[in-house]
């Protein structure tokens, strides 16, 4: 093991990329600390001081499509605007029928700042998310994911 963040997640032993464990009571922190822990990747999110409010909305064919599109969609927030997240909040999570598919929505709430050399330590750039060895557990009392974050 690399580094653990207080019990939210750890970054795991990978030959190239960035390997995440995530942890969560329930699903909605799952993905809560998930997001965290690809900010975290890139810069020490305990310095960030959140100015931003953005609202985000994700939907997936399945959860780990719902994982990799959410970290997508946070990873896009940084390339398209420099702003690193410091507090995710995911309000909903929901699955809806449609004919014979299922369909995943998420909807959270995530305060960020901008990214300043000066300030913040730079650390790796995340290219993407990724589905190698990308899995959701559930294990007794806790939701636990898995995923890689290509560098």
């Known amino acids: 093991m690399i580094a653990s963040r207080n019990g939210r997640f750890d970054f795991l032993e990978h030959t190239s990329d960035i390997y995440v464990r995530a942890y969560g009571k329930d699903i909605l922190e799952l993905f809560e600390n998930s997001g965290l822990a690809l900010f975290d990747s890139m810069t020490n999110i305990d310095h960030l001081r959140p100015a931003v409010e953005k609202r985000l909305e994700v939907d997936g064919f399945d959860m780990e499509n719902l994982l990799y599109k959410w970290l997508e969609s946070l990873l896009l927030l940084y ?35 901008e990214f300043n050399p000066l300030r913040h330590e730079a650390r790796v750039e ?9 899995r959701i557990l559930k294990q007794e009392d806790k939701w636990v994911a898995y995923f890689v974050l290509d560098i």
């Not at 410091?86 to 809806?96: D, K, M, P, T």
């Not at 995340?126 to 990308?134: A, D, E, F, I």
């Open 126 to 134: 995340v290219k993407s998310p990724t589905y190698n060895l990308m």
């Open 79 to 113: 390339y398209s605007e420099k702003l690193m997240c410091g507090s995710i909040s995911v309000e909903e999570l929901s699955i809806e029928r449609i004919n014979e598919d299922l369909s995943y929505k998420l909807k959270a709430r995530a305060l960020c700042e």
